[in-house]
């Protein structure tokens, strides 16, 4: 909560906080110092008591409603009828007259307040130009002879004292009270007084002028003769003078002049008045025909302001429009016009600040009042065609902006000294700010290249010159007697090998080809080979010229031999995976020739062995014919050697190479299966499990089994790997079934886009031991009890197929509970049903 | 009944797979003369560089995996050579691979037969093999 926003709440408060109080102080100030110093209203006082001795209350209730013709009125009412009491108790002349004279005064203060509020209807301050004037004016004029008419009007019908007498007594009470208003418009234009002292040539000439007029008017009492000269020194100042001034020199010259009266020093005698009465009105008289002069001087000067005001409007409205504050500032008066965004730059409302050259002063840093003096002096003084001073502004909330103030005088007085200056504020704390981080910016970079190890160069193509960092040379590791600024020098430790590649890459980046961002080799001073890159902007005139390169060049050597052990061992894992798919080649060969080469056997051996069978066939029967039986013994026992011993071995031989084959034959089949081509198409899983299951029905049957089959999903893939896996999986979980116990088999599928097809076959079969499960994917493996028939290569065949989609099998068994496989295929993708 | 003009070709390297050849082939009653060649460079030597009065046509039994030169070798020089490609040639081999056979009918083979593990298969397929080629016409134009 600002001030402002606290002031919008109550339009008055902060007007009457900063008014209020000075002008309450002043009025009490200003009494106590007339009751102090000044006999001569006691003098008088004591011919006119108790009508005279008003004036007091009167001036200080009048001074208050000029300001405040608001309710506190009435309480600043009963404080002037105090006054009066105790001023009439004071000099012992009490009278109960005194409250009735309060009536007069009142009606003389409200004639002022109604006067001054048709004047000025936004209210009114005294440190406006022309305020005390208007107090003058009115109060002065208007509500005395108001006051005076009802006045002589009581002291008629009240004491008898005849109308004639009446009038000009009362007359003189009420303008001898308006006339402290003077002082009271003067006390309250704090400003005023301070523009007043600010300029000590300014404060010469007032204190000259002062003295011109109160020596005057001392003369006077010597020279009687003089008196129709009296109103000549304050003309003068008058028009010489700033209004404010003058005022104070007739202000000075009205209080010598009554004291010198009430002191009986003023020679009254050949005036011939006759009446003492009117002796009062006399300084009045002086007070008030200059006052008149200086209404007339400044209506004019206010006629040329407007005029001025309104030609101004218009490049105030340009400047303001463009976000800058305007002043324009009367030298000589010492006032300064401060536009609205003026005051708001530093936080003020409009009429927070006065328009007074101290205003912008008094707000100005400490430490750049120097600079600011020293620049209007220069311009003032013709060193300087205009005024330009960037400096820190105290803002109301007390922090500073940084202002750029810029001026010229635009008028000139007849001495050549200045006179009317006008200016912009421009808010430039925001371009302070980014200097600053530009600053910080700068830091952290010059931080960085050092941190880095970073050197700097910048090539002039002109005249061929380097302009070199330390780091540079460091880095080179350049010796004593080489020329930095000869381009030569650094080109003459790049590797030989390097060289022409760089000289290549910066000819291309000269002519705007390619950036010039090159890595090469350099052989340092101390000989050692370090890796250097380098990176440079080429800079071009308007022409498209290249006329200087920047850049920066840092050591890469610790990166180099990173990258280079790293290649190696880049190198050393393509070696070895070379290796790996060599060794693939050759199990695939192995394959090839288990099938093939081990085939070509067997079938010899089988076919042999077949042909035994004919031979001894011809045997059998050659045994049979009747000359055989010429030695039946030996007959009989060849034929049981054929029938018994032979007969087995042969059945032993045709056996295990039907083993043999078989295990070939599957060997074949796992390696085709790891080489097919996959051939991806539409495959209705739940289908494709219903045609499995129907093929193993039998089996199920005999188990009592019961598979529950849920909706499977549609998917995208192999047909015969698809096969392969769901009915080894589901032969499996048929053939290793506990007899005895119904086989329960569940199957369950799942695909979506992201995670793949997940297959489930779950049995409640004899289930492994934990050590068994890996080696259930052996070849020729098969775990537990062996009653069943089968190469054991099912699994495997899953294996394999599983890993040709990348995907994963795994298994979950507890020893005769059953069995779960999860196969996850994640490159097979749902499609619609 | 092949006709009796008919020479019979066998080429394999494994001599008890051309001998079981030429049991069962006489066993099913394939009387022509059978002769046995252990490499393809015999076979084409014998084909091209035969000196002897030769005036029978031939058909040729052939293996693919021999050591030297391939059947596939053989096969192709046999095809390529104006002088033989009326000769009839049956692959008889172990290999079953699909690209084998088609490789094999692309240089011109006429048949292609699979030696099968199961022994009994083998005898069956080369009953069959003698049944066919008792039936069996060659032009007379595969007489190199």
């Known amino acids: 909560m600002d001030a402002r926003t606290q002031a919008a709440d109550d339009p008055l408060s902060s007007v009457r906080r900063r008014l209020w109080l000075p002008d309450a102080r002043a009025a009490v100030l200003f009494t106590l110092a007339v009751y102090a110093v000044a006999p001569w209203p006691i003098h008088i006082g004591r011919q006119f008591q108790p009508e005279v001795s008003i004036w007091f209350p009167n001036a200080l209730l009048a001074a208050v409603l000029m300001r405040r013709p608001l309710p506190e009125w009435f309480a600043w009412c009963g404080l002037a009828g105090i006054g009066t009491f105790v001023s009439n108790l004071t000099h012992g002349v009490g009278s109960p007259l005194s409250a009735v004279f309060l009536l007069p005064n009142s009606a003389e203060a409200l004639t002022a307040a109604v006067l001054l509020r048709r004047y000025y209807p936004g209210g009114i301050t005294f440190d406006r130009i022309g305020t005390p004037l208007a107090l003058i004016f009115i109060a002065g004029i208007a509500a005395p002879a108001v006051s005076a008419a009802i006045g002589a009007g009581l002291l008629y019908t009240v004491r008898g004292i005849p109308w004639t007498h009446a009038a000009p007594v009362w007359f003189a009470g009420s303008a001898v009270g308006q006339l402290s208003l003077l002082p009271v418009a003067l006390i309250a234009s704090w400003s005023e007084w301070r523009r007043l002292v600010a300029v000590p040539a300014r404060a010469a000439e007032f204190l000259l002028w002062t003295a011109f007029a109160l020596g005057t008017t001392l003369l006077m009492c010597r020279v009687p003769t003089l008196f129709v000269l009296i109103g000549l020194p304050l003309l003068l100042a008058a028009l010489r003078l700033p209004l404010f001034q003058s005022l104070v020199v007739n202000l000075l010259n009205t209080v010598l002049l009554g004291w010198l009266i009430g002191a009986g020093q003023f020679p009254l005698g050949w005036l011939n008045v006759g009446n003492e009465p009117l002796l009062g009105y006399l300084p009045v008289m002086f007070t008030i025909i200059p006052a008149f002069v200086l209404g007339a001087v400044q209506s004019v000067r206010d006629c040329e302001r407007q005029a001025l005001a309104l030609s101004d409007a218009r490049w105030k409205f340009a400047l303001e429009g463009a976000e800058d504050g305007v002043w324009d500032w009367d030298i000589p008066e010492g006032s300064v016009f401060f536009s609205k965004q003026w005051k708001a730059m530093i936080g003020y409302a409009e009429d927070e600040l006065a328009d007074v050259y101290e205003s912008w002063a008094g707000h100005v840093h400490p430490d750049d009042r120097p600079r600011g003096l020293e620049a209007l002096r220069a311009h003032f003084e013709h060193r300087a065609p205009a005024y330009t001073f960037e400096h820190r502004l105290r803002c109301k909330d007390g922090g500073y902006k940084w202002i750029l103030a810029r001026g010229k005088v635009i008028e000139w007085n007849a001495d050549g000294s200045p006179r009317r200056m006008i200016g912009t504020h421009t808010d430039v704390t925001r371009e302070h700010e980014a200097e600053a981080e530009r600053r910080h910016l700068y830091e952290r970079m010059t931080l960085a290249i050092k941190a880095g190890g970073i050197g700097v160069f910048e090539w002039n193509l002109h005249d061929h010159t380097m302009l070199c960092d330390e780091r540079m040379g460091q880095m080179y590791g350049l010796r004593a007697e080489d020329d930095p600024a000869d381009p030569k020098t650094w080109a003459r430790y790049i590797h030989p090998d390097d060289n022409a590649r760089v000289k290549e890459l910066l000819r291309l980046a000269l002519r705007g080809q390619v950036s010039f961002d090159a890595t090469y080799r350099i052989v340092a001073a101390d000989g050692s080979l370090r890796h250097l890159k380098i990176l440079g902007n080429v800079i071009r005139d308007s022409d498209g010229r290249a006329v200087r390169v920047v850049g920066c060049n840092w050591d890469i050597s610790d990166r180099m031999l990173a990258e280079e052990s790293l290649r190696r061992a880049n190198e050393r894992l393509r070696h070895s995976n070379e290796e790996v798919a060599q060794a693939n080649q050759e199990v695939r060969n192995f394959a090839y020739i288990v099938s093939h080469d081990l085939r070509a056997p067997l079938v010899n051996i089988r076919g042999f062995a077949g042909e035994l069978r004919y031979t001894f066939d011809d045997i059998r029967d050659a045994l049979a014919q009747p000359d055989a039986q010429a030695c039946p013994q030996l007959s009989q026992r060849l034929s049981r050697l054929i029938e018994g011993d032979i007969n087995e071995a042969l059945d032993f031989i045709d056996s295990s190479v039907g083993r043999m084959g078989g295990l070939i034959e599957a060997i074949l089949r796992l390696s085709r299966l790891g080489q097919q081509q996959m051939q991806e198409e539409r495959i209705d899983l739940g289908a494709l499990t219903s045609a499995i299951l129907k093929s193993l029905h039998y089996d199920i049957e005999v188990a009592q089994g019961v598979v529950s089959l849920p909706t499977m999903p549609v998917v995208l893939a192999d047909r015969n790997a698809m096969e392969q896996i769901l009915g080894n999986l589901l032969s499996n979980a048929v053939k290793y079934r506990v007899s005895g116990r119904p086989l329960r088999i569940s199957v369950f599928a799942v695909a979506t886009e992201g995670e793949g097809l997940t297959i489930e076959v779950c049995d409640n079969g004899r289930g492994m031991a934990a050590d068994d499960i890996p080696r259930a994917f052996d070849l020729f493996r098969r775990v537990g009890v062996q009653d069943t028939v089968g190469e054991g290569m099912g699994l495997a065949y899953v294996q394999t197929l599983v890993r040709r989609y990348d995907g994963r099998i795994a298994c979950e068994s507890t020893l005769g509970e059953g069995t779960v496989f999860r196969v996850s295929l994640p490159r097979v993708r749902p499609l619609p049903a | ?144």
Do not use: W
């Open chain 2, 1 to 144: 009944m092949v006709p009796a003009m008919v020479d019979i070709l066998v080429v394999d390297d494994d001599p008890g797979h051309a001998r079981l050849i030429e049991r069962n082939l006489r066993r099913s009653c394939v009387c022509n003369e059978i002769r046995v060649f252990h490499s393809g460079m015999d076979v084409l030597d014998y084909l091209f560089n035969n000196t002897g009065p030769q005036t029978n046509p031939l058909l040729l039994l052939l293996d693919l995996n021999m050591p030297g030169m391939s059947g596939q070798q053989v096969l192709a020089r046999i095809k390529g050579e104006e002088r033989t490609r009326h000769v009839p040639v049956i692959v008889l081999t172990t290999t079953d691979a699909e690209p084998e056979m088609e490789k094999c009918y692309e240089l011109g083979c006429n048949f292609y037969l699979t030696k099968p593990m199961q022994y009994d298969d083998f005898v069956e397929t080369l009953r069959k093999l003698g049944l066919f080629l008792s039936v069996v016409a060659v032009p007379r134009g595969a007489v190199p």
